[in-house]
C-alpha cells in the first residue's frame, strides 16, 4: 500500500507542477531552453543593452504581462538577431525565461 502512495503523491505533484505552467509553453524543453540561452549569449547581449547582470530587461515597465508577450519577444529575438531557431526553440527558451523571471500560471 505504501508503494501506492508514493506514487500517488509523485503523480499529484507533476500534475501540480504541470498546472504552473501556461499552456502556452506546455511540453517544452527546459535544459534545450537553458543551452540556447547559453549558446546564443543572450545575457551578454541584455547586459549590453541595460547594464548590470542584464536581468533589467525582463521587465520593460510591465510591456511583457503575459505568456504570449513574453514568447513575441523572444521570437523577436530570433528574428532580429537572425537566430534562426524553430520554433519548439523559441517556446523552450520562453519557458525558462518564464520559469527564472516571470512566473506566469
Not at 501506492?4 to 502556452?24: C, H, K, T
Request: charged share 20%.
Amino acid at each position: 500500500m505504501n508503494k501506492f502512495l508514493s506514487l500517488g503523491v509523485l503523480l499529484l505533484a507533476v500534475a501540480l507542477a504541470r498546472a504552473e505552467i501556461p499552456a502556452l509553453y506546455a511540453g517544452a524543453d527546459l535544459a534545450l531552453g537553458a543551452r540556447l540561452i547559453a549558446e546564443h549569449k543572450c545575457a551578454a547581449c541584455h547586459q549590453q543593452k541595460v547594464g548590470g547582470d542584464g536581468s533589467a530587461i525582463f521587465r520593460p515597465a510591465g510591456r511583457i504581462n503575459t505568456p504570449g508577450l513574453l514568447r513575441g519577444m523572444v521570437e523577436q529575438c530570433n528574428t532580429e538577431l537572425n537566430l534562426a531557431l524553430f520554433p519548439e526553440e523559441v517556446t523552450s527558451i520562453t519557458a525558462v525565461l518564464n520559469r527564472d523571471y516571470y512566473r506566469f500560471k
